[in-house]
T-cell receptor, first 113, second 114 residues
Framework: GAVVSQHPSRVICKSGTSVKIECRSL??????MFWYRQFPKKSLMLMAT?????????EQGVEKDKFLINHASLTLSTLTVTSAHPEDSSFYIC?????????FGQGTRLTVV | GQQLNQSPQSMFIQEGEDVSMNCTSS?????WLWYKQDPGEGPVLLIA?????ELTSNGRLTAQFGITRKDSFLNISASIPSDVGIYFC??????????????FGQGTILTVHP
């Protein structure tokens, strides 16, 4: 079946630095991908919609300058957490939609120290 | 915005027992989805429901789309240790059909004791 791959699976960074997370659709083209954030034992919250070749659409309350999204090709979307702070520590998950369902990446655990 | 209220929040059961969890919403959903998330992984789709009243099975899992389109339940029969994880209901935002922009329930944490 369709696979969505995220990289890295875990990252630890210092406060103030930026971190890039990649999301790839491995065997299908995705003009749209989605980024979610999940706190421990909590639900997934949609952050933004990544659109190939155009600007991302952010959900209310999500800072677009903090969470930069680039969807440069039909198989790759990137999320950059800029000037990261400890409160940005979280589990970030991307998804891409196939014909009948959304496929999720394995997630990226970000820890900001 | 839309909210999905999922219950129970957690369950501790013995292997072999049946499990039931449900989701309710104040607004109508055109599609109900049930996902399972293993620790440190992304969610994996278990069952998708597309029509009010629909009852669908996937192995030991059975899910139903409520007649009012505002609720759904998931049953797991004869649980086994690998059923451990977090189960989420989800639906497309704003009553749409896009499978990408999803609203998730709060999740049910399932623990199965051997």
């Amino acid at each position: 079946g369709a696979v969505v791959s995220q990289h890295p699976s875990r990252v630890i960074c210092k406060s103030g630095t930026s971190v890039k997370i990649e999301c790839r659709s491995l065997d299908f083209q995705a003009t749209t991908m989605f980024w979610y954030r999940q706190f421990p034992k909590k639900s997934l919250m949609l952050m933004a919609t990544s659109n190939e070749g155009s600007k991302a659409t952010y959900e209310q309350g999500v800072e677009k300058d903090k969470f930069l999204i680039n969807h440069a090709s039909l198989t790759l979307s990137t999320l950059t957490v800029t000037s990261a702070h400890p409160e940005d520590s979280s589990f970030y998950i991307c998804s891409a939609t196939g014909y009948t369902e959304a496929f999720f990446g394995q997630g990226t655990r970000l820890t900001v120290v | 915005g839309q909210q999905l209220n999922q219950s129970p929040q957690s369950m501790f059961i013995q292997e072999g027992e049946d499990v039931s969890m449900n989701c309710t919403s104040s607004s109508i959903f055109n599609t109900w989805l049930w996902y399972k998330q293993d620790p440190g992984e992304g969610p994996v789709l278990l069952i998708a429901l597309y029509k009010a009243g629909e009852l669908t099975s996937n192995g030991r899992l059975t899910a139903q789309f409520g007649i009012t389109r505002k609720d759904s339940f998931l049953n797991i029969s004869a649980s086994i240790p690998s059923d451990v994880g977090i189960y989420f209901c989800a639906g497309p935002n704003a009553g749409g059909t896009s499978y990408g922009k999803l609203t998730f329930g709060q999740g049910t944490i399932l623990t199965v004791h051997p």
